[in-house]
T-cell receptor, first 115, second 108 residues
Framework: GAGVSQSPSNKVTEKGKDVELRCDPI?????LYWYRQSLGQGLEFLIY????????KSGLPSDRFSAERTGGSVSTLTIQRTQQEDSAVYLC?????????????FGNGTRLTVT | SQQGEEDPQALSIQEGENATMNCSYK?????LQWYRQNSGRGLVHLIL?????REKHSGRLRVTLDTSKKSSSLLITASRAADTASYFC????????FGTGTSLTVIP
C-alpha cells in the first residue's frame, strides 16, 4: 500500500486523558502536514514538517498539542489532557517536495471523540 | 484569513447535469488546487492551476482562475452519482489554506 496511513481510525477517550495519533506518510515524501476537521467544517492547519527543518507549529491551538516526526518519516500528534472541543477528525497529509506545486496526499484520518 | 471560501455550501443536481462550484480567496497565491472528499475519507487531489494560468481541463473537470477577482471555479460536466462528495479549494501562499467546502449531491 503506497498511501498515507493513519492509526487508529477511531479513538474514543475520556476528558483529561492523553492521546497519540500516528501518521505514516508515503515513502520518500519530505513534507508532512497535520490538519483538524470539525464536523461540516474546513480544514484547520495544525503543524507542518519539511525535511530536517524546524517544524511550522503556528497552527497548534494550545500547548496541549504537540507533534514530532522521527527519522523524517512517521509522525505522532499528541494531545494532552484532552477536552471535548478536541473532538474532530485529525488528517495527515504528505507531499513529495517542498513548495506548493506538489499536491497533498491525505490519509483517511483519525476520528477523535472526547467524552 | 487567507482561507478560500467555496460557494455554494451545498448543491444538489440530477445525474447528467453539470455542477459548478466557486472559490474566492483574499490574498495573492502561488497556485490553487481543488480536492474532493468522500464521506469518512481523506481528501483527494483533483487538479492544480498555477497563478499564471486561466483555465485547465482534466477529464470531466474544468477549472478557471481569475486572479484579478481572486476567484476560481470548478465545473464537473455530465455528473455521475459517484461524483457525490465534498469539494474543497486550497490556495497556496506560505501555506495550504482550505475552504469549508461545497457538498455536492448527484441524484441518480
Amino acid at each position: 500500500g503506497a498511501g498515507v496511513s493513519q492509526s487508529p481510525s477511531n479513538k474514543v477517550t475520556e476528558k483529561g486523558k492523553d492521546v497519540e495519533l500516528r501518521c505514516d506518510p508515503i515513502s520518500g515524501h519530505t513534507a508532512l502536514y497535520w490538519y483538524r476537521q470539525s464536523l461540516g467544517q474546513g480544514l484547520e492547519f495544525l503543524i507542518y514538517f519539511q525535511g530536517n527543518s524546524a517544524p511550522d507549529k503556528s497552527g497548534l491551538p494550545s500547548d496541549r498539542f504537540s507533534a514530532e516526526r522521527t527519522g523524517g518519516s512517521v509522525s505522532t500528534l499528541t494531545i494532552q489532557r484532552t477536552q471535548q472541543e478536541d473532538s474532530a477528525v485529525y488528517l495527515c497529509a504528505s507531499s513529495l517536495a517542498e513548495g506548493y506545486n506538489s499536491p497533498l496526499h491525505f490519509g483517511n484520518g483519525t476520528r477523535l471523540t472526547v467524552t | 484569513s487567507q482561507q478560500g471560501e467555496e460557494d455554494p455550501q451545498a448543491l444538489s443536481i440530477q445525474e447528467g447535469e453539470n455542477a459548478t462550484m466557486n472559490c474566492s480567496y483574499k490574498t495573492s497565491i502561488n497556485n490553487l488546487q481543488w480536492y474532493r472528499q468522500n464521506s469518512g475519507r481523506g481528501l483527494v487531489h483533483l487538479i492544480l492551476i498555477r497563478s499564471n494560468e486561466r483555465e485547465k481541463h482534466s477529464g470531466r473537470l474544468r477549472v478557471t482562475l481569475d486572479t484579478s477577482k481572486k476567484s476560481s471555479s470548478l465545473l464537473i460536466t455530465a455528473s455521475r452519482a459517484a461524483d457525490t462528495a465534498s469539494y474543497f479549494c486550497a490556495t497556496t501562499g506560505n501555506q495550504f489554506y482550505f475552504g469549508t467546502g461545497t457538498s455536492l449531491t448527484v441524484i441518480p
